[in-house]
Structure formats: C-alpha cells, structure tokens
C-alpha cells in the first residue's frame, strides 16, 4: 500500500496518523466492469484516498476523450486507433486535497495502442515539463505540470504507458507538490500485479 504522504510531500512524516491505515472499516468495492481488475484497487492505495464514485466505473470513447491531453482530438484518435474499452477510477484524499486518477484502455490491437499513446505524449509534452520514464510497460512518458493552469499553487504528475494492446494514464493532482516517485511506485504496483495475474 502506498500512503498519501508518499505522493504528496509537505503533508507530514512517516509518522502521520492520517498515513494510517484504519482496519475497523472495511475497504471500498469498485463498480463492475470488464477492465475494473486492471486499475489501482483501493487496497492498493491509501485508506485516505478514497474512490470518487460518480467518477469511476467503465466510461465509452467520449468520456474516456477527456482524460487526454487534447479532449477534442483524443476522440477521433481513440476511434482511429481501434478503441475497445475503458475504465477509469478516481480517488481522492479530502485531509490533503490529493486526487488519483487511473485510466485503462484496451485496443483492438497492439499497433492501435501504440499508435494512440505515441500521438497523447507528442499532446502532452505541450502541458508541462517532459521527464522520461524507462521500464514501464513497452513505452512510457511522463509529464509533470501545475494541478491548474489558472493558479500558480498545486502541482500534477501524469505517467502514460502502454503493455500490448492496452494503455494507462495515472495522474496525481494536490495543493501542494507532489512526489515524482511516489506516482511511478504506484503504477509499478499495479503492473506487479497483473504481471503476476497474467
């Protein structure tokens, strides 16, 4: 489990409580869905983040559109590339105001895939500071930018990657900066596990 300090630094130590875990209540289910196993499960985040129910569950090529870099142009280009399906997940911790979006999204092939991620890092290089990132999936990008564009607080992280015919988006947003490798040990997480799924 990675805790929201890890994610988020100037939010306390180690030895924050609100980094705890609470056992007497139990963990949330994600709703259903046909990808809903390969994104982040809330036991495999903070008990603090919790998941934004209106904001997670299987989203069409529209919805998923505007997780992009470019909301308009992703649509076309999710449909050109052979879009199949998708799953988003959304958290959010209120004590820190950090939010965790997960995106997955298989293709119909791996060159679809290939194709949609090569054209949403050449998009995103235009909303902030490109940082490489190695051994993630086949391909990988980074981008670490400002949470909004209209205020100079707050910071957001974004990780894009592909596996075969299926890409994922991981983005970390808070008030104040966020952990860099935080964000890239919680999608080393999730590929662990369904490597070992596989």
Same mark, same amino acid.
């Given at each position: 489990?990675?805790?929201?300090?890890?994610?988020?630094?100037?939010?306390?130590?180690?030895?924050?409580?609100?980094?705890?875990?609470?056992?007497?209540?139990?963990?949330?289910?994600?709703?259903? %869905?046909?990808?809903?196993?390969? +994104?982040? @499960?809330? $036991?495999?985040? /903070?008990? *603090?983040? #919790?998941?934004?129910?209106?904001? !997670?569950?299987?989203?069409?090529?529209?919805?998923?559109?505007?997780?992009?870099?470019?909301?308009?142009?992703?649509?076309?280009?999710?449909?050109?590339? %052979?879009?199949?399906?998708?799953? +988003?997940? @959304?958290? $959010?911790?209120? /004590?820190? *105001?950090? #939010?965790?979006?997960?995106?997955? !999204?298989?293709?119909?092939?791996?060159?679809?895939?290939?194709?949609?991620?090569?054209?949403?890092?050449?998009?995103?290089?235009?909303?902030?500071?490109?940082?490489?990132?190695?051994?993630?999936?086949?391909?990988?990008?980074?981008?670490?930018?400002?949470?909004?564009?209209?205020?100079?607080?707050?910071?957001?992280?974004?990780?894009?990657?592909?596996?075969?015919?299926?890409?994922?988006?991981?983005?970390?947003?808070?008030?104040?900066?966020?952990?860099?490798?935080?964000?890239?040990?919680?999608?080393?997480?999730?590929?662990?596990?369904?490597?070992?799924?596989?």
């Amino acid at each position: 489990m990675l805790t929201a300090v890890a994610l988020v630094t100037g939010c306390g130590g180690a030895d924050d409580p609100r980094a705890q875990p609470t056992p007497s209540l139990p963990l949330p289910t994600l709703p259903a %869905g046909d990808l809903n196993d390969r +994104v982040l @499960q809330p $036991a495999e985040v /903070s008990r *603090n983040l #919790v998941p934004i129910a209106a904001n !997670t569950g299987t989203r069409d090529i529209k919805a998923v559109s505007a997780f992009y870099a470019d909301a308009k142009a992703a649509e076309k280009q999710l449909q050109k590339n %052979g879009f199949q399906a998708s799953y +988003v997940v @959304q958290y $959010a911790d209120p /004590s820190t *105001n950090a #939010v965790v979006t997960n995106v997955v !999204t298989k293709f119909a092939t791996a060159a679809g895939a290939k194709g949609d991620l090569t054209a949403d890092l050449t998009s995103a290089r235009k909303t902030g500071a490109v940082f490489p990132v190695t051994g993630l999936g086949d391909e990988a990008g980074g981008v670490r930018s400002k949470r909004d564009k209209n205020s100079p607080e707050g910071s957001l992280v974004t990780l894009r990657w592909r596996s075969g015919d299926t890409t994922w988006l991981l983005a970390v947003s808070a008030s104040t900066l966020v952990a860099q490798d935080g964000v890239r040990k919680l999608a080393d997480q999730l590929m662990t596990r369904l490597s070992k799924e596989a």
